[in-house]
């Protein structure tokens, strides 16, 4: 049986992006069979796409992009037994521009009651990274946490998180994401140039921790800020990280969190404290011209595909 997909046999352009039929895969052990109801854009995607992580990440072309889904479980490996079909889940797995894909059970979680298919497709990766990059950098309560890029994906969650924890943030965003971070209860400050002095103002004594989500060359100035490259973590920029001496966190194997912070979301919307935003849910068909929404910037929230 074949399933629609988008997939790319080269890298370039968004205009690499094109309809496929794949074969409907078949879940082995720990894994699940879902119908996609709603799968997303990251900024990986656009990477993977062009071709700027090809060095390190050489792809098996013609590769299905996408990371994240929310949809229904339609079968389940021998040995899954927590996730009955029919289920609908939401979680991280591979090639999700499609109409089926498949996941590792355990990076999957049901839906929270309310949430519809493209706010749930919009939070694993995000949330993943958000919660993992806290807990390397020991975010604690009372300190003050600065997030590079606090209006975007990973950011919006990321402040959420850590507000939550009893931290007070500041939050760097583009002039439009300035009221989004305020809402959030976050302090918020544009980036680009005099930014050092715009958070030294709103944190006369400097900061304790700095997260980069940004990859906008901000290490050298976050490192004087917290006064130690510890005590700074980027998810953007492994070679500045290299660079300046400070922690690059990718995930991945042993230091996936996506149980963990699908649980935190969870909590959050349970609470009805959960702020999400979404930018623009398109037909996966429009997988390219999603793809040059995203490179565009400046979105406010997630692109959601639907297949
Ligand atoms: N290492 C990991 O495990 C991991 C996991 C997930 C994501 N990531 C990476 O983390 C990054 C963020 O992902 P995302 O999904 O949050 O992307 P996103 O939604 O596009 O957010 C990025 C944000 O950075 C802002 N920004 C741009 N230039 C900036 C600057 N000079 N200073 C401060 N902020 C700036 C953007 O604002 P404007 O668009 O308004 O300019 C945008 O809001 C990406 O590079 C992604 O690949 C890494």
């Not at 919006?156 to 809402?183: D, E, M, P, W, Y």
């Not at 958070?199 to 060359?217: E, F, M, N, Y």
């Amino acid at each position: 049986m074949h399933t629609d997909a988008i997939a790319f046999a080269g890298y370039g352009t968004p205009d690499v992006l094109e309809p496929t039929a794949i074969d409907v895969p078949d879940p082995g052990p720990g894994q699940v069979r879902i119908r996609v109801h709603a799968t997303t854009v990251n900024p990986l995607d656009l990477k993977l796409r062009s071709g700027a992580m090809a060095a390190f990440m050489p792809l098996n072309l013609p590769y299905v992009p996408g990371l994240e889904l929310a949809g229904n479980v339609e079968a389940s490996g021998p040995d899954v037994r927590h996730l009955a079909p029919g289920t609908a889940v939401f979680g991280a797995a591979s090639h999700t521009y499609a109409g089926f894909a498949l996941a590792d059970a355990h990076r999957l979680a049901p839906i929270p009651q309310g949430m519809d298919y493209p706010h749930a497709a919009a939070l694993p990766v995000a949330a993943e990274a958000a919660w993992r990059a806290l807990e390397e950098l020991d975010v604690d309560a009372g300190q003050i946490l600065l997030i590079h890029g606090a209006a975007g994906g990973v950011g919006t969650l990321a402040v959420q998180f850590a507000l939550a924890r009893g931290a007070r943030v500041i939050g760097t965003a583009s002039a439009t994401g300035i009221a989004h971070l305020t809402a959030l209860g976050a302090a918020a400050t544009t980036y680009g140039t005099g930014l050092a002095e715009r958070v030294r103002a709103l944190a006369p004594s400097g900061v304790d921790k700095v997260l980069d989500t940004s990859g906008a060359d901000v290490l050298h100035d976050s490192i004087e800020l917290a006064g130690n490259p510890d005590d700074v973590l980027t998810l953007a920029d492994p070679m500045a990280a290299q660079a300046h001496g400070v922690r690059f966190s990718s995930g991945g194997g042993a230091g996936d969190r996506t149980a963990d912070a699908l649980a935190a979301v969870s909590t959050l919307h349970d609470n009805a404290t959960l702020t999400q935003r979404i930018h623009q849910v398109l037909p996966l068909s429009q997988a390219a011209r999603a793809h040059r929404i995203a490179e565009a910037g400046h979105l406010d929230g997630k692109i959601i595909l639907a297949p």
